[in-house]
Nanobody
Framework: QVQLVESGGGLVQAGDSLTLSCAVS????????VAWFRQAPGKEREFAAR?????????????EYVDSVKGRFTISRDNADNTVYLQKNNLRPEDTAAYYC?????????????????WGQGTQVTVSS
């Protein structure tokens, strides 16, 4: 069973930076797809960023972003501590949302929330203007 635990959310001002962490444990997959989604109040859950994870596998480390975060957000992984990060720079009030880490076995495009079998509990990010 894969477990995901997010951390790093908080209240920041517009223009600030914030890094979210997703600790990944469990599972026996050789490759993972891990993504960050976000959900603002009253809105649907939205894809933000995705990374492939598989030591020594072709395509490992490949990333994809939704247009609204390109150039501001960076998704990365640390194989040593099994953690995926989302570095967010130049935050805007419209980035305010609950951010969720999601994972699935294998490598797939993964821009839809129902592509993923495993989810974290979410961490709130609030950006004040």
């Amino acid at each position: 069973q894969v477990q995901l635990v997010e951390s790093g959310g908080g209240l920041v001002q517009a223009g600030d930076s914030l890094t979210l962490s997703c600790a990944v444990s469990g599972g026996t997959f050789n490759t993972f797809t891990v993504a960050w989604f976000r959900q603002a109040p009253g809105k649907e859950r939205e894809f933000a960023a995705r990374i492939y994870w598989g030591a020594g596998r072709a395509g490992s480390g490949d990333t994809e972003y939704v247009d609204s975060v390109k150039g501001r957000f960076t998704i990365s992984r640390d194989n040593a501590d099994n953690t995926v990060y989302l570095q967010k720079n130049n935050l805007r009030p419209e980035d305010t949302a609950a951010y969720y880490c999601a994972a699935g076995g294998g490598m797939f495009r993964g821009v839809r929330w129902n592509d993923y079998a495993y989810w974290g509990q979410g961490t709130q990010v609030t950006v004040s203007s």
